[in-house]
């Protein structure tokens, strides 16, 4: 079975200071890792994935995350936090072996960053 | 259009009633994804469709909740006898099958809140 964990219900920072937002999963094999962000009523919006490669990978909007096979966390980052970034965030997991096609979201973690 | 669309966007009923969601994705994506997201539970999967394959039910909480697709595109999600813990966003995706295949991107529509009194 693959599961997700985000440890953090909310996350707040100040605009202008790096932030981070945890995430560790669990799957049998090794894992594909996604970051989504949701906006107040909208839809999930991709953000970033991990398939294979560089441990550290780039998404959109200047956001980052570093797959951590050792300690099973896939942490995204963001240098300089703006006021815009405020979201709730979802890490998800699929295992191409195990999981078929499925995707596996956390229960999210709400982003404030203030000025 | 041009992202997945869902209807209704907003759902009140009273319990026991039947509802039905419609998803409408994005055209040529052949997986179809339903996911339902409650306050503190985050996203939970329902079921998905690629192309003529069997769909995967694996996530549907009961036997009151069930999908079809029809034609390969719109599908719909069907509740009955509603009850209150029903009470929750229904999000859709959709996907071309071959970025599912390879790295699990997915599109969602904005969803359908539904509230059962």
């Known amino acids: 079975a693959q599961s997700v964990a985000q440890p953090e219900d909310q996350v707040n920072v100040a605009e202008g200071n790096p932030l981070t937002v945890k995430c560790t999963y669990s799957v049998s094999g090794n894992p594909y890792l996604f970051w989504y962000v949701q906006y107040p009523n909208r839809g999930l919006q991709f953000l970033l994935k991990y398939i294979t490669g560089d441990n550290l990978v780039k998404g959109s909007y200047g956001f980052e995350a570093e797959f951590n096979k050792s300690q099973t966390s896939f942490h995204l980052k963001k240098p300089s936090a703006l006021v815009s970034d405020s979201a709730l965030y979802f890490c998800a997991v699929r295992d191409p072996r195990g999981g078929g096609n499925k995707l596996t979201f956390g229960t999210g973690t709400q982003l404030k960053v203030e000025l | 259009g041009a992202g997945v669309s869902q209807s209704p966007s907003n759902k009140v009923t009273e319990k026991g009633k039947d509802v039905e969601l419609r998803c409408d994705p994005i055209s040529g994506h052949t997986a179809l994804y339903w996911y339902r997201q409650s306050l503190g539970q985050g996203l939970e999967f329902l079921i998905y469709?690629?192309?003529?394959?069997?769909?995967?039910k694996s996530g549907l909480p009961s036997d009151r909740f069930s999908a079809e697709r029809t034609g390969g595109s719109v599908s719909t999600l069907t509740i009955q006898r509603t009850q209150q813990e029903d009470s929750a966003v229904y999000l859709c995706?959709?996907?071309?099958?071959?970025?599912?295949?390879?790295?699990?991107?997915?599109?969602f529509g904005e969803g359908s809140r539904l509230t059962v009194l």
């Open positions: 995706a959709s996907s071309p099958r071959d970025r599912v295949a390879n790295t699990g991107e997915l599109f």
């Open positions: 469709f690629q192309g003529n394959s069997a769909p995967d």
